[in-house]
């Protein structure tokens, strides 16, 4: 049985056609069931049509509400039943927004950060994406923890070592570079134990404040890096232009401002 594919697209539709003349082929195993857009007039939409494939847009002018237009595009989608949706380009156009509309995907309640669960939101993409939003999903999940498991103990058992002058690489013994392996080891451990000794439904929030603290701390680390890479005495002739200080400067600032409004929004929520 061939796949059913709904394709969004953004422009020209270039994917799109590549798309088109290898499901002209029989023994390919998929169909293009849709192509939708969130404009008229492009060509895109004009291959589609040329192709005899039904082709749809939803505005977002239309609406007056991102979350509407996010939906509004959900039950188009949903309406020839893709099991799998295709967009390039337009992963710039269909944000992440999409898992918080769960409510009108499975008819629960909107996806609270209190009690959300990763596979939550892996089911909430699967009306939208098709069925193997799930799986890909779960799959990204998977290469992220994989990752975090040993790039972030191993990166941090280097920046400690080097900061205090020690020993550190994985070329050494153990007994040539103790501190460091030491550091490594005890990095995978505490992971390892956060996952099994915090509770289940504290898992993505710890998650998530992790990465509120590290937004948060983002200014300040920053600003450090500009101070010294504009010290000739560390960076010699490299020191940052004044056009890199500027846009420097800038995102600092931007990022810090950012920072200032969600810990006020956080002590102070709006009525």
Known sequence: MRARLLVLVSGEG????????????????????????????????????RAGIPAFTVRLPDYPAREEWDAALTAACATYAPDLVVLAGFMIIANGATIYQAALHTGKPPLNIDTAQAQDFARALVPLAGAFAGTLFALGILNAGIFTATVLPLSTAYIVCEAFGLEASLDRRFRQAPVFYTLFAGAVLLGAALVLLVPKESLLKLIFYAQVVQGILLPFELVLMLVVINRPRVMGRYVNSRFFNIVGWATAIIIGGLALVYVWQSLFPPA
């Open 14 to 49: 270039t994917n799109l056609q590549a798309l088109i003349d290898a499901c002209q082929d029989a023994g390919y195993g998929a169909q293009l069931v849709a192509v939708g857009a969130d404009r008229d007039g492009i060509n895109g939409l004009a291959r589609a049509r």
